[in-house]
Structures are given as C-alpha cells and as structure tokens.
C-alpha cells in the first residue's frame, strides 16, 4: 500500500487501461504457450549489450510499443526481425513476429520469411539468413577486440570486457492481467 500511495494517479489509470485493452483484444495470447516475458538470447544477447525482446508467445516474438500514434516504423520492423534471429540456434522456434500497438489493442504479424523477404526485397532462406546474422555478431566481437587491442597503447587503459550472461534471467511465466483495470537487407519502403 505504501508503494501504491507513491504511484501518480494518472499513471495507474492508464495502466489499468492499458491491461484492460489487452485482455480484451489479445484473449487469444492468454491462453498460448509457451509464453515467455522479456526473452534473451544467449550469446546473442551477449553480443548485442544485453538485447532482449519483450514477449514470445507460442511461436510468435511479439514487441510492445506504448505509443499514441500507432503507425509501423521501418525501424520497428528492422528490430523484431533483429530479435527473431537473435534466436541463433532456434530454441524459441520463432516463425512468426508481430507489434503490439498497446494503445490501439491492435496487432500486426508477419510470418518470419515474409518479413525478411519484405526488408530483403526477395525471397529468403530462413537457415543462411540465420548464418549470416551470426557471422555479423562474430565481426562485431571481432571489432570491439580490435578495438580493444589499438586503444590500448594509444590511450593506455581501455574497459575491460563485460560478461552480462549472467545479468538477465530466462523463465516462462503465466501472465494474467487485471480483467478490469545498406545491404541486401536494406530496401526503401
């Protein structure tokens, strides 16, 4: 109750209707599993500072956005397709991907392929788009050494490598709101 007395009441009525939008547009997800909250992916993860994604539901990665303006951003799209393939060695079996427009109770989903396709501008093999994003986070890894390595006698001290696999926890978990309350992968849209 203390906690609640500290909440700014406008801030918990456009909680409440934020979940009360949710559980009456989205009935569908409530009831799919698996479901995992705030998912990471492992080395990827790791590679990319820490990125995780917000829900997977079933087989579908789903990104939230709280946003009054409900129009899908070619930068939204970029990053659940990121996300998607962050999924290195499948392990959510990831096939579709969708935005969830909280705001709105709306949801947009893709197929995985055809979104790729989409930000592709052709057709696309799911497996060597997955081989390549792993490629390009090992160059990544591969850079941040190099860095590393030509900093140090120029500056003499550069930070030291940060392991985060340990600072983000992955656990299914049941959800239940309140029922009241420049590339080939880059194309111009």
Known sequence: EEIYSLAVPAAIEDLTRLALTFSQSQRTLLTTRPYVANPTFGEASV??????????????????????????????LWQIAGYAL??????????????????????????????????????????????DFRRVLEGLESEREIARRDLRPK???????????????KRPMTFRPPVSGKGKW???Y
């Open 155 to 169: 500056f003499g001290w550069t930070p030291p490598p940060r392991d985060r696999s340990t600072e983000t926890i």
């Open 186 to 188: 880059h194309v111009a």
């Open 86 to 131: 962050s999924d290195l060695d499948d392990d959510f079996h990831i096939r579709e991907v969708g935005l969830y427009f909280s705001r709105h109770g709306v949801q947009a989903v893709w197929s995985l392929e055809g979104l790729l396709s989409l930000l592709s501008g052709g057709s696309v093999d799911l497996g060597s788009v997955r081989s």
């Open 47 to 76: 590679r990319l500072d820490g990125a995780d994604a917000d829900l997977i539901v079933g087989d579908r990665l789903i990104d939230i956005k709280t946003t009054t303006d409900g129009t899908i951003e070619r930068l939204a």
